[in-house]
């Protein structure tokens, strides 16, 4: 009873394997009779495929890197209580009048795509002296992002039971990652390695927001939102009106600060990459499309009478126009393994050194190959077939009277 089920699989097989031996056979030995012709164009596409993969590879990794960046750079707008004596903020670094956290959950519920500002970040800042070492104690909330953007929060999280210290407490206290501290009545867990930068930083403990809160004695209250401009706004719009206004809207109660050194650095940095992307791969896609037709469209002319001898012997159109179709996709396929193979070496070889921040984040992609895998045997068949489409369209009889 389960002999015939055994057989259907091989004879499946074999019925396959019947059908497509001939065509694969007579594509193999156009490959073979055309080399010269089908290395140059394995080449092109091979070329092609490496530098996509490799802009695309790269193009992540900048990405990756300028998130980095960013976020050490800091958030580029600053939200204060409107109260604030812009003279004082400057010199001290932070308000001495606060607000409700409110007033954060009223601003991140306006996160949307029409809005010119993402990732706000409410905090609490005051200075504070530890075993008479005067300090700044920042409490930080989580991070709010437009939904639906696929984004990732710029601020790092704070655990809870752990504070964020900066060198110099690190060196007064004699403390490391791991140590516990007291702030306060509380006991903490140091919960990075500190590292000098040569700002406050060094002389800052970061902690969670409600622990801030409760160390302060100030419930419930932040003296500051942060939060990142878009950087959508042209060079003959106005960022800090338009910011204000938007803001201004939604919290009257605020005044906005706007660091534009930072916010400038920025934009270049998103710009510079985003030119290079749009310019780039269509340069590659229309060059390598132009490469093959061209190669195509030689091989066809310099193979009219051998096309018009088959046309004559009765092989159909399709035949003959599949048989170039045919070799266009095995030579994209073979082009799309290699180039994804040195695309993904050049990047792996010298991307490091360009993005040497995130380096250890850069790595191989199994999406970008499979994707390149399969849309390269069709980018090549569809740029073969108007040449295709030729070579079946003349009458057989003209082409065999031509000389």
């Given at each position: ?24 056979g007579?594509?193999l ?33 900048d ?6 960046v ?10 204060i ?32 795509n ?10 609490l ?42 060198s ?35 002389i800052t ?7 801030a ?6 419930s ?104 170039f179709l ?14 994804v ?22 790595q ?18 569809f ?9 079946v ?11």
């Amino acid at each position: 009873m389960d002999t015939p089920n055994r057989d259907f699989l091989p004879t499946v097989l074999l019925f396959a394997w019947s059908k497509l031996a001939e065509p694969a056979g007579h594509i193999l030995r156009e490959v073979g009779f055309r080399k010269l012709n089908a290395l140059f164009s394995l080449l092109g596409l091979t070329l092609a495929v490496t530098i996509v993969a490799a802009s695309q590879l790269l193009a992540e990794a900048d990405e990756r890197e300028t998130r980095r960046v960013t976020r050490d750079m800091g958030f580029n707008l600053r939200l204060i209580p409107s109260k604030t004596d812009l003279g004082q903020f400057y010199r001290d670094g932070f308000s001495r009048h606060a607000m409700e956290a409110t007033t954060l959950d009223r601003l991140a519920t306006q996160l949307t795509n029409n809005v010119s500002f993402n990732h706000l970040v409410g905090s609490l800042r005051r200075d504070y002296t530890i075993n008479g070492q005067n300090i700044l104690l920042v409490g930080l909330s989580k991070t709010f992002v437009a939904p639906g953007q696929g984004k990732k929060p710029m601020g790092f999280e704070i655990k809870e039971g752990t504070i964020h210290i900066g060198s110099e407490i690190a060196r007064w206290q004699e403390l490391k990652k791991g140590d516990a501290m007291h702030v306060g009545v509380r006991r903490f867990t140091v919960a990075n390695d500190p590292i000098e930068t040569g700002t406050p930083d060094d002389i800052t403990i970061f902690a969670r927001l409600d622990d801030a809160q409760s160390i302060l004695g100030l419930s419930g209250k932040i003296n500051e939102i942060e939060a990142i401009d878009c950087l959508c706004l042209t060079a003959d719009e106005d960022p800090l009106a338009i910011l204000r206004r938007e803001i201004g809207g939604i919290l009257p109660e605020v005044q906005v600060v706007h660091q534009r050194t930072l916010a400038d650095a920025r934009a270049k940095q998103r710009q510079t990459r985003e030119k290079v992307n749009a310019v780039v791969l269509p340069s590659v896609l229309v060059a390598g499309a132009v490469w093959v037709a061209l190669l195509a469209v030689l091989n066809v002319r310099d193979r009219r009478q051998e096309i018009g001898i088959l046309r004559a012997l009765g092989k159909g159109g399709g035949r003959i126009a599949g048989l170039f179709l045919g070799k266009a996709v095995l030579l994209g396929f073979v082009a799309a393994a290699l180039g994804v193979a040195l695309g993904t070496w050049v990047v792996l070889e010298f991307g490091p050194s360009l993005f040497p921040v995130t380096k250890k984040a850069i790595q191989a992609s199994s999406t970008l190959a499979w994707q390149l895998l399969v849309a390269t045997p069709v980018f090549a068949a569809f740029a073969s077939f108007i040449p295709a489409m030729l070579a079946v369209s003349h009458d057989p009889a003209e082409t065999l009277r031509e000389d």
